[in-house]
């Protein structure tokens, strides 16, 4: 795994553990809820950069890196939202998919009946967000590998955190207000990372919805 240093609250480092194969992140007991708001961009930012050179499902068994025992699936409640995570039964830290922390912070959700009749009418296919196999939507709402339902990240979350984010940033390090507010605006460009997502379903490829809205996090991310 690879190791990040990112900024934490009130004030210091933490280095957090990434693996871009598995596309997860270990962080070490409250490493989650002690990054920065600028920590927290950054590791957008460095979850919109990885590439998995060979995607790889996730075991059934996973060890805590720190004591090796077997990590327990959790599943956990933040606001209204449910995301789940392998934690180490002993309190070493946890092991979370991408997808898993990107549900965590809001960002990512259920399409609802109607969104999917829309969505129907103009794509056929997209990847998992969680495990990557394609999903026919004409005949499916969830994924027939890993079970998950069909999600999207939503815009509104997306903006209302990446706002929070940069004015607790802001008032951190005082960075440039006018720049914040462009990278907000920067946020309607989704239309366009959809209609892309279109052109690839037509071409045959699928489409990752997950990874349209990250491609709209990442423009806010340049102007930030």
């Known amino acids: 795994m690879a190791a990040l240093v990112l900024d934490r609250r009130p004030e210091g ?18 490493e989650s809820t002690q990054l920065s708001p600028g920590g927290t961009l950054e ?70 009946s109607a969104e999917l009749a829309r969505l129907k009418q103009s794509i056929r296919t997209i990847r998992c967000a969680s495990c990557g196999a394609p999903v026919d939507i004409e005949r499916s709402i969830a994924c027939s590998y890993c079970h998950a339902p069909i999600m999207a990240l939503d815009p509104d979350a997306v903006e209302k955190t990446l706002r929070e ?18 990278g907000i605006v920067a946020l309607a460009r989704m239309e366009s990372e959809m209609e892309r997502a279109r ?19 990442a423009t806010f991310l340049r102007w930030s």
């Open 13 to 30: 480092k933490e280095t957090i553990d990434l693996c871009g194969d598995c596309e997860a992140l270990w962080f070490d007991a409250f």
């Open 43 to 112: 590791l957008f930012r460095v979850i919109h950069r990885t590439t998995p050179g060979t995607r790889r499902a996730l075991p059934t068994d996973l060890p805590c890196p720190r004591c090796e025992t077997l990590l327990v699936l959790t599943q956990d409640l933040l606001r209204a939202t449910r995301f789940a995570y392998y934690r180490c039964r002993y309190g070493h830290g946890r092991f979370t998919p991408f997808f898993q922390f990107l549900r965590e912070k809001n960002f990512v959700r259920p399409l609802d």
């Open 165 to 182: 984010l940069s004015v607790s940033e802001q008032k951190r390090t005082t960075p440039d207000v006018d720049k914040i507010g462009d």
């Open 199 to 217: 052109q690839a379903d037509r071409a045959g490829r699928g489409v990752d919805l997950v990874g349209v809205g990250l491609s709209a996090i």
